[in-house]
C-alpha cells in the first residue's frame, strides 16, 4: 500500500485557524469529556431512580420502570439521537420547537440527554441487581427500626448496593464515555468528529484515528484507576471488594 506516514502533522497549522491539528484532537476530546460527564450525571441520578422503583412493592412503580428501561435499552442510541435531535422539536408546539432549534450548542445538550437516558436504563439494572443481591434481613431490620421506606432505601439499602455494583458501573461509566463518539452524527464536533475533520483535511487517517484511539485508551485508563482506588475505599468485608 502506498501510504506517506507523517507524524508531524500534528505539529503543523490546522485549516480552522484554531491552532495545530493536535489542538484540534484535544479540544474534541474535552468536548468527549465534558458530554460524557453531563451524560453520567444524568444516567446515574436517573437510572438510580428507576432502579429503586423496580424494586418497590408497589405494581405501578415496577411496571414504570420496566417499561421505562424497556424502551430505552432495546433502540439503538443512533436511533435515540435521532429522535431527540431531529423528530423531538417537529412534535412539540411550534414555539417550543423553534427554540429547540435555536439552542446555542444543540449536539452537545441533544448527545448528553439521549446517552444520559440510555445509559441510565442500564444502570437502573445494575442497582436492581444490587439491591436485590442484599440479604432480605437488611431491609427487614430498617423496618424494625421505624424507617419510612425511603429512609430505609437512603440509610441502608442503596449505600451497600452502590458499593456491590461499583464494578458494573465502571464499565457502564467507560461506555458512557465511548457512546459519545455516536454523537458525531448529529454535528458534534468530540473526539471522533475532530479525528474524521483531521483526516478529511489533511488525508492523514492513520495518524488521526491512531491519536484518537491512544487518547480514548488514556481516558479508560484513569478512569479505570480512579475507580479501583474508590473500590478499595469504601469497600465494606465479605462484600465483592471487601477484605
Known amino acids: 500500500m502506498n501510504y506517506n506516514w507523517n507524524w508531524g502533522i500534528f505539529f503543523q497549522p490546522n485549516p480552522m485557524g484554531t491552532g495545530t491539528y493536535l489542538d484540534m484532537l484535544l479540544s474534541g476530546l474535552v468536548l468527549t469529556l465534558k458530554t460524557a460527564a453531563l451524560a453520567w450525571i444524568i444516567a446515574l441520578i436517573t437510572g438510580s431512580?428507576?432502579?429503586v422503583m423496580r424494586t418497590l412493592p408497589s405494581k405501578g412503580a415496577n411496571w414504570f420502570g420496566f417499561a421505562y428501561v424497556?424502551?430505552?435499552?432495546n433502540m439503538p442510541l443512533l436511533v435515540q439521537l435521532f429522535l431527540w435531535f431531529f423528530v423531538l422539536p417537529e412534535l412539540l408546539p411550534k414555539g417550543a420547537g423553534t427554540w429547540l432549534k435555536q439552542l446555542p450548542n444543540a449536539p452537545f445538550w441533544t448527545a448528553?440527554?439521549?446517552?444520559?437516558f440510555f445509559m441510565s436504563a442500564r444502570v437502573a439494572v445494575q442497582l436492581q441487581a444490587g439491591i436485590g443481591s442484599l440479604p432480605r434481613g437488611q431491609k427487614m431490620a430498617a423496618t424494625a427500626l421505624g424507617l419510612t421506606t425511603a429512609q430505609g432505601y437512603r440509610y441502608v439499602l442503596l449505600p451497600m448496593a452502590f458499593r456491590i455494583i461499583l464494578p458494573p458501573l465502571t464499565s457502564e461509566f467507560l461506555n458512557t464515555i465511548k457512546n459519545t463518539a455516536v454523537a458525531i452524527t448529529i454535528g458534534l464536533l468530540e473526539l471522533t468528529g475532530q479525528a474524521r475533520s483531521m483526516q478529511e483535511f489533511s488525508f492523514q487517517v492513520f495518524e488521526a484515528f491512531t491519536a484518537a484511539t491512544i487518547l480514548y485508551l488514556l481516558v479508560n485508563a484513569?478512569?479505570?484507576t480512579a475507580m479501583r482506588f474508590l473500590e478499595r475505599w469504601v469497600a465494606i468485608p465479605g462484600y465483592i471488594t471487601g477484605k
Open 49 to 51: 431512580l428507576v432502579g
Open 112 to 116: 448528553a440527554i439521549g446517552v444520559g
Open 222 to 224: 484513569v478512569v479505570v
Open 70 to 73: 424497556e424502551f430505552f435499552r
